[in-house]
């Protein structure tokens, strides 16, 4: 008896499964785009502090070299 509830409520999990499969799910493309956007502007934002930290420590080096 034990057994066949175990095959019921694995079979019922399965079909569950097979419903969230099925259903179709829309993608807006625009919404994928301007997330791509977003992280290329993040990622030169970040590159440009990098830089400018960089450049900074150059100079600093640079003033303290010549004092």
């Known amino acids: 008896m ?6 019921t409520e694995m079979s019922s999990q399965d079909n569950l499964l097979e419903k ?9 493309v625009n919404v994928l ?3 791509v956007r ?3 502007n993040s990622e030169v934002k970040k590159n440009l502090i990098i830089t400018a930290g960089a450049l ?12």
Request: aromatic fraction near 4%; hydrophobic fraction near 40%; charged fraction near 25%.
């Open 56 to 67: 900074g420590t150059l100079a600093v080096t640079g003033i303290i070299a010549i004092l």
């Open 33 to 35: 785009l301007n997330r």
């Open 38 to 40: 977003a992280e290329k």
């Open 20 to 28: 969230d499969f099925n259903t179709t799910k829309k993608v807006d």
């Open 2 to 7: 034990r057994n066949t509830e175990l095959q």
